[in-house]
């Protein structure tokens, strides 16, 4: 198995540019879940799907962000317009149907906006 | 509501010497417990958990927990670390009723000395 698959590993921009993150899931994996992780907050829960539906989005910054699962196999996370302050390392992970089961993390993607 | 409280924030210890990672939760019903590690530059990746059974549980690099439910921790220990362990670990819970939901604890840094 390939694990959790995120893409692009490394972003860019400028700020006020979009930015689009990517992550395809584990097959079979029924809940997928975004965190962002900097030095000064730690480890951060944007939002949650279980079954394609977002079901916990509180850990959402502001309007700015917004996150979607069109299937079961794929998720983007999207910054408009991206702002210096959102540079980060920006984790997919998702998890089977079992109750209690383990997170599988991807790579992640390190964000940098100038 | 569910909190996961990780008191040292950096843990600096010699090679080969016993270490121990403190780790309390709070939560109103039982939960699922685990740890995780993030090695540098990597995503996080499940160390241990604890479901039900044996309260004290093992990975497989030497690490142990212990769930003790009358203090409601679960610290991490391993009796002689090596260089190689350098790296966050988090402690993190899962709710019986929530299903998904996993609340991380704030992470604490292990540094190893040579």
């Known amino acids: 198995d390939a694990g959790v698959i995120q893409s692009p590993r490394h972003e860019v921009t400028e700020m006020g540019q979009e930015v689009t993150l990517r992550c395809k899931p584990i097959?079979?994996?029924?809940?997928l879940f975004w965190y962002r992780q900097t030095m000064m907050r730690g480890l951060e829960l944007l939002i949650y799907?279980?079954?394609?539906?977002?079901?916990?989005d509180s850990g959402m910054p502001e309007d700015r962000f917004s996150a979607k699962m069109p299937n079961a196999s794929f998720s983007t996370l999207k910054i408009q317009p991206s702002e210096p302050r959102d540079s980060a390392v920006y984790f997919c992970?998702?998890?089977?149907?079992?109750?209690?089961?383990?997170?599988?993390f991807g790579p992640g993607t390190r964000l940098t906006v100038l | 509501a569910q909190s996961v409280t990780q008191l040292d924030s950096q843990v600096p210890v010699f090679e080969e010497a016993p270490v121990e990672l403190r780790c309390n939760y709070s939560?109103?019903?039982?939960?699922?417990l685990f740890w995780y590690v993030q090695y540098p530059n990597q995503g996080l990746q499940l160390l241990l958990k604890?479901?039900?059974?044996?309260?004290l549980v093992e990975s497989i690099n030497g690490f142990e927990a212990e769930f003790n439910k009358s203090q409601t921790s679960f610290h991490l220990r391993k009796p002689s670390v090596h260089i190689s362990d350098t790296a966050e670990y988090f402690c993190?819970?899962?709710?019986?009723?929530?299903?998904?939901?996993?609340?991380f604890g704030s992470g604490t840094r292990l540094s190893i000395r040579p």
């Open positions: 939560s109103s019903v039982s939960v699922y």
């Open positions: 993190a819970v899962i709710q019986y009723s929530s299903a998904s939901k996993i609340i």
């Open positions: 097959s079979g994996h029924n809940s």
């Open positions: 799907f279980n079954n394609n539906v977002p079901i916990d």
């Open positions: 604890y479901l039900s059974g044996s309260t």
């Open positions: 992970a998702s998890s089977p149907p079992a109750s209690g089961s383990e997170q599988f």
